[in-house]
């Protein structure tokens, strides 16, 4: 199983981004999918989760500008991030509890995708 992100990049302070990350290999289902993020010397902290019935959760820092969703069918999971500021600067994280078999499940990360917020 793999986790691949991607949509990261530079942006100018109140400009938005869309990440993504694809979940592959042997998949039976994935239960909470979430994004994290980590700047240099900081841990990583929670940024947006969504169950697998669609429940979402936001850090507070980020409620109102950032949007996560999911699309089951493509095991893919997004983050729509709106209003950026310098303080979303960080390399985030896709996370994913995925079953494998039918009460087998494992944490899988993905790379990270650095996402800069600078004019």
């Known amino acids: 199983v793999q986790l691949q992100a991607s949509g990261g990049g530079l942006v100018q302070p109140g400009g938005s981004l869309r990440l993504s990350c694809a979940a592959s290999?042997?998949?039976?289902?994935?239960?909470?999918m979430s994004w994290y993020r980590q700047v240099p010397a900081n841990s990583r902290e929670l940024v947006a989760s969504?169950?697998?019935?669609?429940?979402?959760n936001y850090a507070d820092s980020v409620k109102g500008r950032f949007t996560i969703s999911r699309d089951s069918a493509k095991n893919t999971v997004h983050l729509q991030m709106n209003s950026l500021k310098a303080e979303d600067t960080a390399v985030y994280y896709c996370?994913?509890?995925?079953?494998?078999?039918?009460?087998?499940?494992?944490?899988?990360w993905g790379r990270g995708t650095e996402v800069t917020v600078s004019s």
């Open positions: 969504i169950t697998s019935g669609a429940s979402t």
């Open positions: 996370y994913a509890d995925i079953y494998q078999t039918w009460g087998d499940h494992s944490i899988y």
């Open positions: 290999g042997s998949i039976f289902s994935i239960g909470t």
